[in-house]
């Protein structure tokens, strides 16, 4: 095959994908009570699953117990060549080890067997080798071998190293499922992240406060007030309030501007309170920054300010500029 050719190069790339996927697929034959008991064992455990592998094997290793970590089953990576050197002190009797070997027979992995045998954990296997060092020594093997490679020599760690991860996915997703696992759970572990933000901020997180805002008396408050107050503080709305906490109206940039395009030069004439919003959109402080943000936009037309209460008493303004920056 002439790789250079940009044709060749997309089938080989389909190739190799088919392969792998081929290979995923092939492993749903052996998913029998071995499996079952693995996810039993796991979500009864009282410690943690720490997982092992050397090498190609090490490095799914490392991912399949951070996506345990992030979906509610505590879990660590450890080394093992690391661990025949004092790091088989993180593990507990009351853990769990999952070992990935291909072949089964990595020194570094058969090493530390003995070792984990007489601190007592329970021990599972996912290896394609069945008859292997390492097969021999687990409590539970889950079988993830291939027929062949996706390299072209049948010799780097393509396929197998997919079906690995793609069974320890299996595991932690199953187990997340068990435990009810929530997006809301799933937040507290990525705060940084774009769905960390959207499921833990609150209105009261990004609210501008009330005294930052402008508030004008109700009853006595004049057009060229407004004007002032939508232009001074540049926020697209003002607040009315007879008491300074209980909010009686509201009126936007827009609601200026329509009014301007009905009254014109008797804007100024005009009586404020017969013509600002009574009874305005609210939302409560306490609210989650989604829920605001799905108020917001999911109007026939959205709002771009509103007012925000706590319980009855007037707190501030959100923006939805605010909200979708953050979100």
Same mark, same amino acid.
């Given at each position: 095959?002439?790789?250079?050719?940009?044709?060749?190069?997309?089938?080989?790339?389909?190739?190799?994908?088919?392969?792998?996927?081929?290979?995923?697929?092939?492993?749903?034959?052996?998913?029998?009570?071995?499996?079952?008991?693995?996810?039993?064992?796991?979500?009864?455990?009282?410690?943690?699953?720490?997982?092992? #592998?050397?090498?190609?094997?090490?490095?799914?290793?490392?991912?399949? +117990?951070? &996506?345990? !970590?992030? $979906?509610?089953? /505590? @879990? =660590?990576?450890?080394?093992?060549?690391?661990?025949?050197?004092?790091?088989?002190?993180?593990?507990?009797?009351?853990?769990?080890?999952?070992?990935?070997?291909?072949?089964?027979?990595?020194?570094?992995?058969?090493?530390?067997?003995?070792?984990?045998?007489?601190?007592?954990?329970?021990?599972?296997?996912?290896?394609?080798?069945?008859?292997?060092?390492?097969?021999?020594?687990?409590?539970?093997?889950?079988? #993830?071998?291939?027929?062949?490679?996706?390299?072209?020599?049948?010799? +780097?760690? &393509?396929? !197998?190293? $997919?079906?690995? /991860? @793609? =069974?320890?996915?299996?595991?932690?997703?199953?187990?997340?499922?068990?435990?009810?696992?929530?997006?809301?759970?799933?937040?507290?572990?990525?705060?940084?992240?774009?769905?960390?933000?959207?499921?833990?901020?609150?209105?009261?997180?990004?609210?501008?406060?009330?005294?930052?805002?402008?508030?004008?008396?109700?009853?006595?408050?004049?057009?060229?007030?407004?004007?002032?107050?939508?232009?001074?503080?540049?926020?697209?709305?003002?607040?009315?309030?007879?008491?300074?906490?209980?909010?009686?109206?509201?009126?936007?940039?827009?609601?200026?501007?329509?009014?301007?395009?009905?009254?014109?030069?008797?804007?100024?004439?005009?009586?404020?309170?017969?013509?600002?919003?009574?009874?305005?959109?609210?939302?409560?402080?306490?609210?989650?920054?989604?829920?605001?943000?799905?108020?917001?936009?999911?109007?026939?037309?959205?709002?771009?300010?509103?007012?925000?209460?706590?319980?009855?008493?007037?707190?501030?303004?959100?923006?939805?500029?605010?909200?979708?920056?953050?979100?």
């Amino acid at each position: 095959m002439n790789l250079i050719h940009p044709k060749a190069i997309l089938e080989q790339l389909k190739e190799i994908l088919k392969e792998e996927a081929d290979a995923i697929y092939d492993i749903l034959d052996h998913v029998d009570e071995a499996y079952l008991h693995a996810v039993k064992m796991i979500y009864g455990c009282k410690g943690k699953v720490v997982v092992t #592998g050397m090498g190609k094997s090490g490095l799914i290793a490392r991912k399949i +117990a951070a &996506t345990m !970590s992030s $979906t509610g089953t /505590l @879990a =660590i990576f450890l080394h093992p060549a690391e661990g025949m050197h004092g790091d088989l002190g993180m593990v507990a009797p009351e853990d769990i080890i999952i070992a990935i070997g291909k072949s089964g027979e990595s020194d570094e992995l058969t090493g530390i067997l003995p070792a984990l045998k007489k601190i007592g954990t329970k021990i599972i296997a996912i290896t394609g080798n069945p008859q292997s060092t390492l097969a021999l020594n687990e409590d539970i093997v889950l079988y #993830g071998g291939v027929e062949r490679e996706a390299c072209p020599l049948n010799l +780097a760690p &393509t396929s !197998s190293t $997919t079906v690995a /991860l @793609a =069974i320890g996915d299996a595991l932690a997703i199953t187990l997340m499922k068990l435990k009810n696992f929530q997006p809301e759970d799933f937040a507290v572990y990525y705060p940084g992240g774009r769905l960390g933000k959207r499921l833990l901020l609150k209105v009261s997180d990004i609210l501008i406060p009330f005294e930052k805002c402008p508030v004008l008396d109700s009853a006595a408050a004049t057009m060229e007030e407004v004007i002032i107050g939508l232009s001074g503080y540049g926020l697209g709305i003002v607040l009315f309030s007879r008491d300074g906490h209980t909010l009686e109206g509201i009126m936007t940039d827009g609601d200026v501007r329509r009014i301007l395009q009905k009254y014109q030069s008797e804007i100024f004439k005009l009586d404020v309170k017969s013509i600002m919003t009574k009874n305005p959109t609210t939302i409560q402080k306490d609210w989650m920054a989604v829920n605001a943000l799905s108020l917001m936009e999911k109007r026939d037309r959205p709002l771009n300010v509103v007012p925000v209460l706590d319980g009855e008493k007037l707190a501030g303004i959100l923006r939805l500029h605010e909200l979708l920056r953050v979100s």
